[in-house]
């Protein structure tokens, strides 16, 4: 946990993941790696039992639990001090745009 919060203070960048949950979606394969960060995988049983915490899902709750599977996105942006000139932010927005308009 330590090693966690290093990083987070000496790295010149920030790591996010984010997580579409896909409905009717059903395979036997662990993941499929799509390249650039993005794949689809499994769901596990902590991300389930967070969208079923969440008030404002769009899923209902009973849909969560028959989701199997997650498209997920891993990308970075460089960390900002001071104000932000809107351009890695804008990358953050436009990765996670492609990938939501790739799993629809």
């Not at 946990?1 to 979606?25: C, H, K, T, V, W």
């Not at 799509?34 to 915490?53: V, Y």
Request: overall charge negative; some cysteine.
């Amino acid at each position: 946990m330590y090693g966690d919060l290093e990083r987070f203070f000496y790295s010149d960048r920030i790591q996010f993941q984010a997580i579409i949950p896909l409905q009717n979606f059903t395979g036997d394969l662990v993941e499929i790696d799509l390249g650039q960060g993005l794949k689809i995988r499994r769901i596990t049983t902590s991300e389930i039992e967070q969208l079923l915490d969440l008030r404002f899902s769009q899923l209902p709750y009973h849909e969560i639990i028959h989701v199997k599977y997650v498209a997920e996105l891993v990308y970075s942006l460089k960390k900002l001090i001071g104000e932000s000139t809107g351009s890695s932010d804008s990358q953050g927005a436009q990765a996670f745009s492609a990938s939501w308009a790739f799993c629809r």
